[in-house]
């Protein structure tokens, strides 16, 4: 049977990994691989892990403290702690710039996804109306993935936002905070669907609410933020380890691909891959490339690839990312309340906001404060940091987060190319975005029915305290090479196989045509999961 | 063979760093004579070889059997800082001629003196401290002894006597700088004073020869006031040049009268006019002893004022107060190191500006000015390197098992007494706001000011 390589250990790569193997394919698997640090302390909850550990503040705040954060820190803020530092790390034959966009990159086993909050939602027929295939023909394989992840969700008013399919778990005991919003939104939904197209609900999650197989059902530690210790929220390293079980698989590390290399008749024949460790090149000959790398990686290697054969710099358009904007907000019933902190600690409450294109609908999750760092949240408050201390004490459980997420469409002015030194002996990805024109406008009615719809619930949103977060800050990139019945240059065929080279398959978010207001890492997966199935 | 030691003035600041360097093992005995004792004297008491004889130099009876039995002395007694010219002479030069009487008598073969620089210096009008030493210098020169006449330059240590006096000029608000203060001074290391010392006895080294011993660099009396301001306190240096000879006719005239109430005396003003360097440094060369750089040195000796870059035990007192303030209780030595670590990690003092500096120094007073200072901060200066380092205070606290628990709790309290402590919280806040401006807006006013129009404009958009 043929050989198979696969670039990249991301969400979508280990996905179309398990699936050809289990088919009986021989796979290879070229990664970079930085590796998730060993776990400590895993049977003890958040409160008891600070007791447990020999030096909880180079745990919480890292060896340089690099997880302190001042009042003057620059950068976008993603909360991301010291241990899972390695997933951002970058080899240095990596280089990129960007104008409008922020992108991550990962390079870890199991890429961005390990540092994912678990938001599992499944496209319906209008969001996929420009994707070559339907919901229906979609389904099998979003029941596959929900099988091998393990998630869950509940049958509740979001259904006109997500759509069901099996496999799905009953929803995690709701942290009070939660359960409160949603018991308020349930006494108020009426008022909310017909005033502001509100709807609330469970959000769905990648996490065990009961024992699976070899895998324990989340046990509440409050220690998601800092990586699940029992395994019970999903991370696609763990589907890695299952990968790694066939004989047929094998899992090169330490390898940074750089390019491939193609015939006279755009027959991809190799790929040449750098080590991370000493910078020689390794040839690794092709019989089926798979790239699966994330959208600019993947599109980095095609750039690079085109240019070493050509000396021809293209640009791959369309490049998407959902814009998101981050909303605190403060439920008035929950001030003085104690803050439970063994709880999940992510979104367990999504809402909808239903707009006059239903592809446009806008979708939000909620996340309550719980374990998070206090320090960056204390700061921000107009009062001395002794009695901001008192303030928040008494504020703490009645604190959460919004996080809304917009829709986004292919537009030329989007892309990724490549810069290329004066001797044409390094290349450096290039990414260039421009927000769509009327964005503003889109983004403020929004903010104002999550004010209203909010305060309706009990809380008070401060518009003005809320965080447009830079383009690429999501991560959820798509769009550069899509799928397109028509046989284009840069495009790729209904089982995402590429219109240039006929032996190159995408499946990571590359050939999305379209990307809604929705976390797409569980579609991307499902979408792997159906190239691997049908078009091999 | 061993030999046996006579000291003088053993409880002044180079006989106290001396002894405690010296290595008792080395030596048959050593004699050490003082007025009054102290910690050093006392703790080396129990070693069998060590004697302290508690008495004046012109006390020859009570210390005449011990130098009978030593080898070697020296001479460090002296008067000096202010006093009258008659006192100058009693003790530095009649003071000297009884020792060494009384050294002939007693056949030691060798007599080191420690002097002065001064007693190099050219212009020593009305500087009677520096003719007393020169008469010592003579008497020793002349009295048929073995000798040794050794000269340091500006003697530089932890509380040296130079070192504090110039640090007090150095952190005046304009420091006053004598004369053009392009004379040239080179500052020796305490312990490599000693090291001198201490081979020269051993090795019975310059026999009938008066040596320099200097620091391996020279500078401006200007440029090494500058560097001592750097040192001790980040402040911008602004020097006001003063007619040096002047002064010094005034002072020498007011000195017959007023003495005890003047600063300083004419003669201390020598340093200002008289270089004090050395051409050679016989003493360093191919002996393998260790000479301090400037820069060492001034690490070594120079403490930093508050709100400057400073050392761990003001930033673990520092960490105690902040500790007790945020969250009522001490820190224990684990969250005090990791303060000390956070500290130096995110390198919190590197931009502070005056304002920081004089933000951080009232806070670190105690904690109803450490309350001023964060509330002051919280309105108008939110960037203010306190409120970094109150943050990471809180940031380590709340990651620790014995805090966490502190800095995130709700107030158990009823309603009503919930309502008084809020009202309470209010009313304090409210009260430290306005005593704060009061405080610190002048600072902030006079920092906007020297910074310039566009330093201005961003401290006030800090805010």
């Known amino acids: 049977m043929d050989q198979i390589l696969i670039v990249g250990s991301g969400a979508s790569a280990v996905h179309f990994a398990l699936t050809v193997l289990k088919k009986g394919y021989e796979v290879t698997m070229l990664d970079v691989g930085y590796e998730r640090p060993e776990v400590l302390c895993p049977e003890k909850n958040i409160d008891e892990l600070k007791e447990c550990l020999k030096d909880p503040v180079d745990y919480f705040l890292g060896e340089n403290f690099e997880s302190f954060i001042p009042p003057d820190y620059g950068a976008e803020y993603y909360g991301f702690p010291p241990n899972k530092n390695y997933v951002?790390?970058?080899?240095?034959?990596?280089?990129?710039?960007s104008s409008g966009f922020a992108p991550l990159f990962s390079f870890a086993q199991g890429g961005l996804a390990e540092v994912w909050t678990g938001g599992v939602y499944a496209l319906n027929d209008s969001e996929l109306d420009d994707f070559p295939f339907s919901f229906k023909e979609l389904l099998p394989y979003y029941n596959e993935v929900a099988e091998r992840i393990g998630m869950n969700g509940a049958k509740d008013d979001m259904l006109t936002f997500f759509p069901w399919h099996e496999n799905l778990m009953e929803p995690l005991n709701p942290d009070y905070h939660s359960s409160m919003l949603l018991s308020s939104y349930a006494r108020k939904k009426n008022y909310l669907n017909n005033k502001f197209g509100f709807y609330m609900g469970r959000s769905r999650v990648a996490t065990l609410s009961h024992d699976r197989n070899d895998r324990k059902a989340c046990t509440y530690s409050g220690r998601c933020l800092w990586g699940c210790p029992n395994g019970a929220f999903y991370t696609p390293s763990l589907t890695l380890q299952e990968c790694k079980k066939y004989s047929a698989f094998k899992y090169v590390s330490g390898m940074y691909v750089s390019y491939f290399k193609y015939n006279k008749q755009n027959h991809i024949t190799s790929v040449m891959a750098e080590s991370v460790q000493d910078s020689t090149l390794h040839e690794f000959p092709v019989n089926k490339l798979v790239l699966a790398a994330g959208t600019a990686s993947s599109s980095k290697i095609f750039l690079e690839s085109v240019f070493r054969k050509t000396g021809e710099v293209i640009k791959l358009t369309g490049l998407m990312d959902n814009r998101q904007i981050l909303v605190p907000f403060l439920n008035l019933k929950m001030i003085g309340?104690?803050?439970?902190?063994?709880?999940?600690?992510?979104?367990?409450?999504?809402?909808?906001?239903?707009?006059a294109d239903s592809r446009e609908h806008i979708h939000g999750q909620v996340t309550t404060l719980k374990s998070a760092l206090i320090h960056p949240i204390i700061q921000s408050f107009t009062l001395d940091l002794k009695t901001s201390i008192f303030a928040f004490g008494n504020l703490h459980s009645a604190l959460g987060v919004i996080n809304l997420n917009f829709h986004d469409v292919r537009r030329d002015e989007n892309y990724i190319s490549l810069n290329v030194d004066r001797d044409f002996s390094r290349t450096a990805l290039l990414i260039n975005y421009k927000p769509v024109d009327g964005e503003k406008a889109v983004m403020e009615g929004a903010m104002n029915?999550?004010?209203?719809?909010?305060?309706?619930?009990?809380?008070?949103?401060?518009?003005?305290?809320?965080?447009?977060?830079?383009?690429?800050?999501?991560?959820?990139?798509?769009?550069?090479?899509?799928?397109?019945?028509?046989?284009?240059?840069?495009?790729?065929?209904?089982?995402?196989?590429?219109?240039?080279?006929?032996?190159l398959y995408f499946v990571d978010g590359t050939t999305f045509p379209f990307l809604p207001a929705k976390q797409l890492t569980l579609t991307m997966m499902a979408n792997a999961v159906r190239v691997a199935e049908e078009a091999l | 063979m061993k030999k046996s030691l006579f000291i003088t003035g053993a409880t002044g600041y180079i006989g106290t760093r001396l002894l405690k360097k010296i290595n008792l093992d080395q030596y048959e005995n050593i004699f050490c004579l003082g007025r009054k004792d102290n910690d050093v004297i006392n703790s080396l008491s129990e070693y069998n070889n060590f004697k302290f004889i508690k008495a004046d130099l012109s006390d020859q009876a009570s210390y005449a059997q011990y130098l009978n039995s030593s080898d070697a002395v020296l001479h460090l007694a002296a008067l000096t800082g202010k006093a009258r010219p008659e006192e100058y002479f009693r003790v530095n030069s009649r003071g000297t001629e009884i020792l060494l009487e009384q050294c002939k008598r007693s056949n030691i073969k060798h007599f080191i003196f420690v002097s002065s620089i001064a007693a190099d210096f050219k212009d020593i009008e009305g500087y009677y401290y520096a003719h007393s030493k020169i008469a010592a210098e003579k008497i020793i020169e002349a009295g048929g002894l073995t000798y040794t006449i050794v000269r340091p330059t500006m003697v530089i240590g932890e509380n040296s006597p130079i070192l504090e006096s110039l640090l007090k000029l150095a952190k005046a608000p304009v420091v006053p700088i004598f004369g053009n203060g392009r004379t040239k001074v080179q500052p020796v290391y305490i312990d490599d004073i000693v090291g001198c010392i201490l081979s020269i006895i051993d090795n019975s080294l310059f026999q009938n020869q008066t040596l320099t011993i200097a620091g391996p660099e020279q500078i401006t009396i200007e440029g090494f006031i500058r560097r001592l301001h750097e040192a001790s306190y980040r402040k911008k240096l602004r020097m006001l040049h003063l007619p040096v000879r002047s002064i010094a006719k005034i002072l020498l005239f007011l000195e017959k009268f007023l003495l005890k109430f003047l600063p300083f005396t004419a003669g201390q003003l020598a340093s200002f006019t008289n270089d004090g360097i050395a051409d050679r440094n016989p003493c360093f060369e191919g002996r393998g002893l260790k000479s301090t750089s400037m820069n060492e040195m001034l690490a070594l000796a120079v403490r930093p004022e508050k709100g400057a870059v400073r050392n761990e035990s003001d930033l673990m007192a520092e960490c105690e107060l902040f500790t007790n303030y945020l969250i009522g209780r001490s820190p224990d030595e684990y969250i005090q190191a990791k303060y000390l670590q956070g500290h130096a990690a995110a390198n919190l003092e590197k931009d502070a500006g005056l304002l920081d500096a004089i933000l951080i120094r009232t806070a670190n007073s105690n904690s109803f000015f450490l309350k001023l200072a964060d509330v002051y901060t919280s309105i108008f200066y939110r960037n203010a390197v306190l409120r970094k380092k109150l943050l990471l205070m809180l940031a380590i606290l709340e990651c620790c098992k014995a805090t966490y628990h502190e800095v995130d709790k709700v107030s158990n309290s009823s309603g009503i007494i919930f309502g008084i402590r809020l009202f309470q919280k209010a009313f304090i806040f409210l009260l430290s706001l306005f005593i704060s401006i009061i405080i610190f807006s002048p600072f902030r006013l006079y920092d906007a000011r020297t910074k310039g129009p566009r330093a201005s404009a961003e401290l006030w958009t800090k805010s």
Request: net charge positive; glycine share 4%.
């Open chain 1, 88 to 97: 951002l790390h970058k080899p240095r034959q990596f280089d990129f710039s």
């Open chain 1, 449 to 503: 029915v999550v004010k209203k719809a909010f305060l309706k619930l009990g809380c008070i949103v401060p518009v003005k305290m809320a965080h447009i977060r830079p383009m690429g800050a999501s991560v959820h990139y798509a769009g550069t090479i899509p799928m397109s019945e028509e046989k284009t240059a840069f495009t790729a065929s209904k089982y995402c196989q590429s219109h240039d080279f006929n032996n």
């Open chain 1, 337 to 355: 309340k104690e803050c439970k902190r063994d709880s999940y600690q992510y979104h367990q409450v999504a809402f909808g906001i239903k707009t």
